[in-house]
């Protein structure tokens, strides 16, 4: 069996498969016409040959599914599998309120009510639309804190936003990278995480937040995973689905949220109980070797 993961490893699959003959699965996690329409031609001619040439194609959303049929992707080769987490350690209940406080006021939130993004800082994610929501979002709540966990090109111009907006008492800004202990921390110290990402075929931020039994409200248009994540009515809604152009929506949704501490607990729970029955590593896992299983038994 041949594996390769997006284009880095595409090109050693296809040329594994003709030397070999081994079936050959090719993994798509996202496309260059999705990250960058105006992107690499010759990335974007590498992804569509691997897919010609390998046996199945595996994604990672139906959202991301249908994009690569738009772009004329055969269909027919194409298999579902959504990514997981591990919920034993995404379980906000390892820690206790004493642990949860102190992290609070090592990184500046103390008891106010706090928000959280984590991401890579690119406009693809929708972190300046969540910026310019916080000005609407403290008329409502004044003590709202943002806390932004990331690192990439826009690390500027957010600095320059968040000056601009007078939001410097109500947006930390955490230029860094940090280890999966801490990233947990983060977690399990906010009462919300948003992530209003305009590309997304899955999401992995959003499964790690509602494991952690945490609210969520999401970008929700073009490819977007998270509206697989994330229920956003009735009975089992564990979050919100927005627009991540328009700071309004983001503020609007958000505010709801942490106005209704009822509603918040319900998102939590509901989320942590779909992650549990859809997005673990095991359930990914068993996917996956049904997917490879189908391929060895077709060519008995």
Not at 97 to 119: H, L
Not at 143 to 164: F, H, N, P, S
Not at 177 to 188: F, G
């Amino acid at each position: 069996m041949l594996v390769s993961h997006d284009w880095l490893a595409a090109l050693a699959g296809i040329i594994a498969r003709r030397n070999l003959g081994a079936p050959f699965v090719f993994h798509f996690h996202s496309t260059e016409q999705g990250r960058n329409p105006a992107g690499s031609p010759t990335i974007k001619d590498i992804e569509l040959l691997s897919a010609t040439v390998a046996d199945r194609i595996v994604t990672v959303s139906y959202a991301m599914r249908d994009e690569l049929v738009s772009l004329g992707y055969p269909g027919q080769k194409i298999r579902v599998i959504h990514n997981g987490v591990d919920e034993k350690k995404y379980d906000a209940t390892r820690f206790s309120a004493r642990q949860i406080e102190a992290f609070r006021e090592k990184i500046g939130v103390g008891s106010s009510p706090m928000i959280f993004f984590i991401g890579r800082l690119t406009r693809v994610k929708g972190i300046d639309s969540l910026v310019w929501a916080m000005p609407r979002i403290i008329q409502e709540i004044p003590d709202a804190k943002l806390v932004i966990l990331g690192k990439g090109e826009m690390d500027q111009m957010l600095t320059g936003l968040v000056r601009d907006l007078h939001l410097v008492e109500n947006v930390i800004l955490h230029f860094k990278m940090v280890d999966e202990a801490e990233r947990l921390m983060y977690y399990a110290a906010c009462d919300i995480a948003v992530f209003p990402s305009k590309y997304e075929p899955f999401g992995i931020v959003c499964t790690e937040a509602q494991s952690m039994g945490k609210p969520v409200v999401v970008g929700a248009t073009g490819t977007s995973g998270f509206r697989e994540q994330v229920i956003p009515t009735g009975n089992e809604i564990s979050g919100f689905h927005i627009n991540p152009y328009d700071p309004m929506d983001i503020a609007k949704y958000v505010v709801k949220i942490l106005k209704d501490p009822d509603l918040a607990a319900t998102m939590g729970k509901n989320g942590r109980s779909r992650v549990l029955r859809n997005f673990t590593w095991d359930i990914a896992s068993e996917k996956t070797i049904g997917v490879y299983q189908e391929l060895f038994d077709g060519r008995k």
